[in-house]
């Protein structure tokens, strides 16, 4: 559990009132402090199986949180013990190209032994993720992320508030190790790695007690290679206050099910319902079966009276498009995959048949070109607004995050959908996004499904 500032000034009242700040507790310009990813294994699997062997920032996984007031400078020398070239990507953060953390396109795998500094600010408020961005679907699969959360002015009205990283593993029973083959020429054509064994902050029975009546805020990561998580509810009232750290502007009430893709975050506002001996629940969907994801076993009533709806958290930097009329207009055509319909694509520069693609362990593309090349999909003046339509024409959804920038959807009633960085495109659907190309720089923009990203799905932007 993570205390919140108000039972965080509460348990310091008795230091006396020259001991609190506004963000006492949270790490803030305090200087560079190292973060090293390393071997570790943990008891990931029940009890009586082996430790899992695992790859994790500081051995841990997911790694340690970092929590930071909205502003703040995040320093962090990344130490790399691991047998592999690594580097540290800060998922959703408005941030410096050169601290994006993407091998072979901001920056240099940082190879074994060697450290990088990374050095940068966080201008929104939210739930942020970091994770590995050089062989990710290997080192984020072997454990390599973590939260990042970024602390709105004044905190928001709860009692209790739970970071969840959501992931799955694969795992082989008999050992309790990890299945090896990363790059299985099935998963990556197909739906991307799937794991056999989920867990909730490693957890695969998170627990967390609470009380009845008490307001929860979940902060929900999906930090899963390849799964969308369906997610509902139980014993809990909930509220939709932010996808992607961005705040809505108006809370939203969870209603049923509700998708969660990899790379994807939501925050809720959860007022506990469940009676005192019971308890609520964040559940799964898996086959149309409910499963518990995290359970909050209620051991006590609050002595809070029921809250009104909750208000709408602080907005961000919010970029309210109203008009993309004069956008400059970007198609992204995705191709390929099992059951797909992909004839040839240019893999290196070279005309393929799917035949020889599939050789290459190489199954996507975007239109007509596989992985990543010289020149970007498209380039931007800074400020430009960009209308970009993602034609979806294989037979699986992929998860398209953008690096450095928000975009909203544009929706077919002239609305706009939520400020987000990773949207869920659906297959045999076109979706189109919009943001302003305000952050100077190279941002890749790929998919999620991190098989299906080394498999051909990635490209990236350019703005001057
Ligand atoms: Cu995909």
Same mark, same amino acid.
């Given at each position: 559990?993570?205390?919140?500032? +108000?039972?965080?000034?509460?348990? /310091? ?7 609190? =700040? ?18 570790? /294994? ?8 082996? #430790? ?8 841990? @996984? ?5 929590q930071v007031a909205k502003g703040a ?10 047998? #592999? %070239?690594? $580097?540290?990507?800060?998922?959703g953060i408005?941030? &410096? ?5 993407? /091998? %072979? ?11 990088? &500094?990374?050095?940068?600010?966080v201008p929104d408020a939210g739930t942020y ?19 990042l959360i970024v602390e709105e002015d004044e905190a928001p ?30 998963? +990556? ?9 989920? @867990?909730?902050?490693?957890?695969? #029975? ?25 997610? =509902? ?8 206050m932010a996808?992607?750290g961005m705040p ?19 925050d809720?506002?959860? !007022? ?12 799964? @969907? ?15 009533? $609050? ?10 958290l602080p907005p961000n930097h919010g970029?309210?498009? @109203? !008009? ?8 992204? +055509? ?13 893999? &290196? ?15 996507? =593309? ?14 931007? =003046? ?79 932007? &350019?703005?001057?």
């Amino acid at each position: 559990m993570i205390l919140t500032r +108000r039972k965080l000034l509460q348990g /310091s009242a008795a230091l006396g009132a020259a001991t609190l =700040s506004p963000h006492m507790g949270l790490a803030q310009n305090e200087g560079f402090t190292s973060i090293t990813a390393r071997l570790a /294994s943990m008891q990931l699997a029940p009890d009586g199986y082996a #430790q899992t062997d695992v790859w994790g920032y500081e051995g841990l @996984t997911p790694g340690p949180t970092i929590q930071v007031a909205k502003g703040a400078r995040v320093q962090r020398q990344f130490v790399n013990e691991l047998p #592999q %070239g690594s $580097s540290i990507h800060w998922h959703g953060i408005r941030i &410096d190209n050169a601290m994006d953390g993407v /091998s %072979g396109l901001t920056q240099d795998a940082v190879e074994p032994g060697q450290t990088f &500094d990374y050095d940068f600010v966080v201008p929104d408020a939210g739930t942020y993720w970091f994770h590995a961005h050089n062989k990710s679907v290997e080192q984020v699969a072997r454990g390599l992320y973590g939260a990042l959360i970024v602390e709105e002015d004044e905190a928001p009205d709860i009692d209790q508030e739970e970071v969840l990283l959501l992931d799955d593993w694969l795992i082989n029973p008999d050992t309790a190790q990890l299945d090896p083959d990363f790059e299985a020429p099935h998963d +990556r054509s197909h739906g991307g790695r799937n794991g056999n064994f989920i @867990t909730t902050n490693g957890d695969y #029975q998170f627990s967390s007690d609470v009380k009845q009546g008490d307001r929860l805020r979940l902060r929900l990561i999906n930090a899963a290679n390849a799964r969308i998580f369906v997610l =509902s509810l139980m014993g809990l009232e909930g509220w939709v206050m932010a996808y992607d750290g961005m705040p809505l502007d108006k809370p939203e009430k969870v209603n049923g099910e509700f998708p969660l893709a990899p790379g994807q975050r939501v925050d809720l506002f959860v !007022d506990v319902t469940a009676e005192e001996g019971e308890a609520a629940y964040l559940l799964r @969907t898996i086959d149309e079966q409910l499963l518990p994801q995290a359970a909050f076993p209620v051991t006590a009533r $609050s002595s809070v009276s029921t809250r009104d709806a909750p208000q709408p958290l602080p907005p961000n930097h919010g970029e309210h498009i @109203t !008009d993309v009329s004069d956008a400059t207009a970007v198609t992204l +055509r995705m191709e390929g995959g099992a059951m797909g319909r992909l004839n040839t694509a240019v893999l &290196d520069g070279e005309e393929m048949t799917f035949r020889q693609l599939a050789e290459a362990n190489q199954f996507w =593309s975007f239109n007509g070109v596989v992985g990543m090349t010289e020149t970007p999909l498209a380039g931007f =003046s800074r400020g430009e607004m960009v209308k970009l339509k993602i034609e979806n024409e294989t037979r699986f959804p992929h998860a398209m995050h953008l690096h450095g920038m928000h975009f909203r959807e544009v929706l077919e009633d002239g609305q706009f959908g939520p400020m987000r960085d990773t949207i869920l495109t659906y297959a045999g659907r076109t979706t189109e996004i919009a943001f302003r190309a305000d952050n100077p720089g190279k941002w890749l923009f790929h998919c999620h499904m991190l098989s299906h990203s080394a498999a051909g799905m990635r490209t990236w932007i &350019d703005v001057a």
